[in-house]
Every structure is written in structure tokens, then in C-alpha cells.
């Protein structure tokens, strides 16, 4: 098991900046890639971005790119999720995720083993 726990979500401002980490423990010696998703009331969960935690690659929903970054401390089991020109259509709650699977789509649900309890962000207009 791996237990995965979010902080740093909050009521920001259209145009502000947040910064979302989730930190693991437990058995987390298996591991290729952890994920960000998001899901607003009323719609299905969302990819948002995913990092491989071998060589620090990361990859974006068209939609955050250029404005959310993620990065990762591999001696602290961490990640993290830097929201820059929030908007207010990025209000949602904010989950991470671990994935074992190597082989597949980092954007799917599907494909990770453990999420977090989630993090609300609520961006005002």
C-alpha cells in the first residue's frame, strides 16, 4: 500500500498562483510515474499532469500547459503542482496519484494504483 496525502489547495483569486504537494509513504519502492487529475462538480475526473519519477519528464493537458508545472523530490517521495494564471474553469478538487504500470497512457485513471484524498482549489473571478 501507499498512502498518498495532498495539501496546499485553497480560495485564490483569477490570475493568482497556488502550489499543490503530495507527499507518499508506505511501500513506495515500486514505483514509474505519479499523476495530478482534477474533477469540478458535476464532471468526471480530469488528467491534469503526470511526472515519471525515473528522469523527471512530465507531461500536460493541453489546457495547463504554460501555466501549471510539476516536479518532483525523489529522496522525499514528493510532488508537487505549481498553478500559475489560475482560471476560474481550474476550480476542482485537485488528486494525486500512483502508478506502478510502465507500460500504458499516463493521462488514464485507469492505469494508477493509489490516489489521495484530494485538495480543493476554488479560483474567484
Known amino acids: 500500500q501507499v498512502q498518498l496525502v495532498e495539501s496546499g489547495g485553497g480560495l485564490v483569486q483569477a490570475g493568482g498562483s497556488l502550489r499543490l504537494s503530495c507527499a507518499a509513504s508506505?511501500?513506495?519502492?515500486?514505483?514509474?510515474?505519479m499523476g495530478w487529475f482534477r474533477q469540478a462538480p458535476g464532471k468526471e475526473r480530469e488528467f491534469v499532469a503526470a511526472?515519471?519519477?525515473?528522469?523527471?519528464?512530465?507531461y500536460y493537458t493541453d489546457s495547463v500547459k504554460g501555466r501549471f508545472t510539476m516536479s518532483r523530490d525523489n529522496l522525499k517521495n514528493t510532488v508537487y503542482l505549481q498553478m500559475n494564471s489560475l482560471k476560474p474553469e481550474d476550480t476542482a478538487v485537485y488528486y494525486c496519484?500512483?502508478?506502478?504500470?510502465?507500460?500504458?497512457?499516463?493521462?488514464?485513471?485507469?492505469?494508477?494504483?493509489?490516489w489521495g484524498q484530494g485538495t480543493h482549489v476554488t479560483v474567484s473571478s
Open positions: 508506505g511501500r513506495t519502492f515500486i514505483k514509474y510515474a
Open positions: 496519484a500512483w502508478r506502478t504500470a510502465v507500460t500504458g497512457t499516463l493521462s488514464s485513471t485507469h492505469e494508477y494504483d493509489y
Open positions: 511526472i515519471r519519477w525515473s528522469d523527471g519528464n512530465t
